[in-house]
Every structure is written in structure tokens, then in C-alpha cells.
């Protein structure tokens, strides 16, 4: 495994590969495969792991937490995030202090521990000043119930403007931003995001790698069982797997193949061609299926200039709202 620094603005260093909990823990891994999945990444190198409050209910922050025992804790980077619905009444959501305070205490709850790595809002909330997120962010470190804080999905003027914030109050900034990024999602990282976390300093931590699985190839020929997209509570994840969009896979797989690599890891390694990644959040839901990602590592140096440019023409095929 490698690492890099989550940013130019923070000296935390996070594996280059992350795994995360979105989707996996509390529907399709129970407790059990929770903690070999987890220490078997742990066993890869990887020592940065994703969750959130409202993943499964809750119950990916539990199953995380019990996990996680036996692990040192301090060689664990371990991050949750706070926005959406998580307890009743109309202040159960968002970012003002109150439900901030009352998030970061049931996370820590829940995963059973004293602190959190990383903080992420979840989302932008227009309903709440941006000076108590930043201040109340602030707090948080200062009690040290987090050590760094950062955003998720927020626009590059949302963050510039958080960032002025604290500089203006002599305030700890967000270090870190947390979007989604993939061969099929990429315009708003590569020319919205890179430009503003070169000049602020602020770190990646991408999620969705392999655009919800279909980047692994699994679904070039149609959707097999026990897959992501045969789930009930993912069947909006038919709607991505178009033609267009396996036609173009079936290219990128053919060049995987050539290369002597997964169509996983050629995504994966992609990736992490731009400085900018701190690290990419995996999904795997098998021992098998970590393995593999985790070889996108290596991987990472048969993408040659060539090979880059080859992908760039197969990608150009893309639909251009996925992009």
C-alpha cells in the first residue's frame, strides 16, 4: 500500500485506497463479514475507513465499531459524515450546531470510540449560516471529538467560502473534500474541484470508483445475482446501466485485458493518476473483490501516457451527462 498526505494543508496521511461502508455494512455484510472485510483491508495497508450517520439507519457506524476491535486505533483514520435525517423533529437534519453536536455524539456511540478522524458534512445546508458550521466544526476539535474536518459534495464556491471563514476567525478550514469520481463521473472533480484544492491545499477522498459496480464489467452481460443492482433497495441502479454505457466498458475491459489487468483495477488505477486523490473509497463486499481492487496499486504503472490516451478515446464515447 501507499499513502498520501490528505492534502497539502493537513500532514494526516490516509492509504491511498480507503474503504467505506455506503451500501455494504448492514445490507449486504452482517457483522460477522463486516470485521473479516475490515481486517483484511486492514492487513492490505489500507488504514482509512469510511462511513456515515445515516448509512443503513445507523447500523454501518455499529458494525463498523465492533469491527474495529483488536485494531490499534491509533494507526485507524476513520471518518463519518452529518446531514441528512437521522433523529425526528425538524431539527433531526442538517448543520446547525444542535444537530451537529447531537450527530457527532451518537456516531461516536455507535463505532465506540472517543473521536472521529474525520468529519464530513454530508451535504451543503442552505438553512444554516455557514459561520456556525465553521465555528461549531471548531468546537468540535477543540473538544476532540474530531481532529479534521471536511465537506462532501459541495460546490468549489461553498468551500472557498468556508475556508475564508475560518482564515477570517483564525479557525481550523475543511482539509478535505469527499465526491463522487469515476470514468463516468468526472467533469466537476477534474475541471470545477482540481483547481480550487491545488490552490487551498484541500485533499480528495473519492467515493464510487467503479460508478455502482458497472465499471467492474460485471454487468456487460445483464445483471447477475447477488450483484448490487438485483437488490430491492438498489433498483435505481438499473437506470445507469444503459447501453451506451456497457458498450463503452466492454472497450475499457478489452484494454484491461491486454494489459493483463481487471476492468476493476484499470478504474481504480485511473483514479489515481491525479496528485489531487488522497484516496479512493472501495466498496468491496468479498475478500476476493478487495484483493482485486487492492491491486489496482500496481496496476497503476502500466497506465502509460499511451495507455491514458487510449482511454481518454474510448471514454470520449461516453454519455456526456455522465461525465
Not at 104 to 123: E, N, Q, V
Not at 250 to 275: C, K, S, V
Not at 291 to 312: H, S
Request: net charge neutral; hydrophobic share 40%; aromatic share 8%.
Amino acid at each position: 500500500m501507499r499513502y498520501r498526505r490528505l492534502g497539502q494543508a493537513s500532514g494526516l496521511k490516509v492509504s491511498e485506497l480507503g474503504y467505506g461502508a455506503w451500501v455494504t455494512f448492514g445490507n449486504q455484510l452482517d457483522a460477522k463479514a463486516a470485521r473479516e472485510m475490515i481486517h483484511r483491508a486492514y492487513d492490505f495497508g489500507i488504514n482509512f475507513f469510511d462511513n456515515a450517520d445515516v448509512y443503513a439507519d445507523g447500523e454501518a457506524e455499529r458494525l463498523m465499531g465492533q469491527a474495529i476491535r483488536g485494531l490499534p486505533r491509533e494507526a485507524l483514520v476513520i471518518s463519518s459524515k452529518v446531514f441528512w435525517p437521522t433523529m425526528p423533529g425538524p431539527n433531526g437534519r442538517g448543520l446547525s450546531r444542535k444537530h451537529i453536536m447531537e450527530s457527532i455524539h451518537a456516531s461516536l456511540k455507535r463505532l465506540g470510540t472517543d473521536y472521529l478522524d474525520i468529519y464530513y458534512c454530508h451535504r451543503y445546508d442552505a438553512d444554516t449560516p455557514l459561520e456556525e458550521v465553521v465555528y461549531t466544526m471548531n468546537i468540535l476539535i477543540q473538544q476532540g471529538k474530531i481532529l479534521y474536518w471536511g465537506t462532501s459534495e459541495w460546490t468549489p464556491a461553498q468551500i472557498a467560502r468556508a475556508w475564508a471563514i475560518a482564515r477570517e476567525h483564525h479557525l481550523i478550514p475543511p482539509i478535505v473534500e469527499q465526491p463522487q469520481y469515476n470514468m463516468f463521473h468526472r467533469r466537476r472533480v477534474e475541471q470545477e474541484l482540481v483547481p480550487l484544492v491545488r490552490d487551498l491545499g484541500i485533499g480528495l477522498t473519492t467515493w464510487s470508483p467503479l460508478f455502482y459496480g458497472i465499471l467492474t464489467g460485471k454487468y456487460n452481460e445483464g445483471i447477475p445475482a447477488g450483484s448490487r443492482a438485483a437488490l430491492k433497495k438498489m433498483a435505481w441502479l438499473r437506470d445507469y446501466i444503459t447501453p451506451e454505457r456497457i458498450a463503452v466498458v466492454r472497450r475499457l475491459t478489452d484494454l484491461a485485458h491486454e494489459l493483463g489487468i481487471t476492468m476493476a483495477q484499470l478504474a481504480i488505477a485511473w483514479l489515481l493518476r491525479l496528485p489531487e486523490v488522497s484516496s479512493v473509497i472501495l466498496g468491496a463486499t468479498t475478500p476476493s473483490q478487495l484483493e482485486e481492487n487492492v491491486g489496482a496499486i500496481e496496476a497503476r504503472d502500466k497506465l502509460t501516457d499511451e495507455v491514458l490516451e487510449e482511454i481518454e478515446a474510448i471514454l470520449e464515447q461516453a454519455p456526456k451527462e455522465a461525465r
